[in-house]
């Protein structure tokens, strides 16, 4: 969805830029070619000290940030970008997986389905959704997609990446294409 300006009402987060390498850059990039509406990165590491991890504790500025995002615009889509090692997953799927797409549920949201529905079609990655193809990484202790679901909002995307995949997005303008027309689609919008 589009606003006046021409810009997409997408909100990018990368709250573990320092720990999930690559995640602020592939953030920079989209924001900068996907003409996003906001982008957030975090500014100290998630390991310094007690309440710097700010998807895992309450009341943070990027709690505050997101809930000002929805209220102005209640039909935006906030999607936030983790990264993942695949050899530190527990099953298989999650070990053979590119990409992981939850919404912080256990029933993912149409807006989660869609872009991992979009990206299993339209790229070569290999995406799964939680719970149906992968049972870990499923944001269900991100406290903002929880923030966001008490304040009636849904539209979440909580999007975890591998090494490879996230050096790929960082390194290809052509991938990160193929990511936008994803969220093109999410958002409804035809492609430019």
């Known amino acids: 969805m589009l606003n006046r300006s021409g810009r997409r009402e997408i909100f990018l987060q990368a709250p573990h830029q320092y720990y999930d390498l690559r995640t602020g850059r592939l953030v920079a990039r989209l924001q900068a070619e996907g003409d996003m509406m906001a982008a957030f990165w975090n500014t100290a ?6 309440g710097c991890d700010l998807v895992h504790v309450d009341h943070t500025y990027l709690h505050a940030f997101t809930r000002a995002f929805q ?3 209640p039909q ?3 999607v936030q970008i983790h990264g993942f090692a695949a050899d530190k997953r ?8 590119d ?6 549920t256990r029933e993912p949201s149409p807006e989660a389905k869609a872009f991992a529905h979009c990206l299993s079609e339209h790229t070569r990655w290999q995406v799964r959704l939680f719970p149906h193809d992968v049972h870990e990484l499923g944001a269900t202790t991100n406290t903002v997609a929880a923030d966001l679901r008490q304040q009636g909002n ?4 909580h999007w975890e990446l591998s ?3 996230r050096r790929e997005l960082v390194g290809s303008a052509v991938r990160r294409g193929d990511v936008l027309a994803c969220l ?3 958002q409804g919008e035809k492609p430019r």
Do not use: C, E, P, W
């Open 45 to 50: 590491q998630r390991h310094v000290a007690a």
């Open 71 to 73: 209220q102005a615009r």
């Open 90 to 97: 527990d099953t298989l799927a999650g070990r053979t997986a």
């Open 163 to 165: 090494a490879q995949a």
């Open 99 to 104: 990409m992981i797409i939850s919404d912080g």
């Open 184 to 186: 093109q689609h999410v």
């Open 154 to 157: 849904s539209r979440f995307i």
């Open 76 to 78: 935006g889509l906030i």
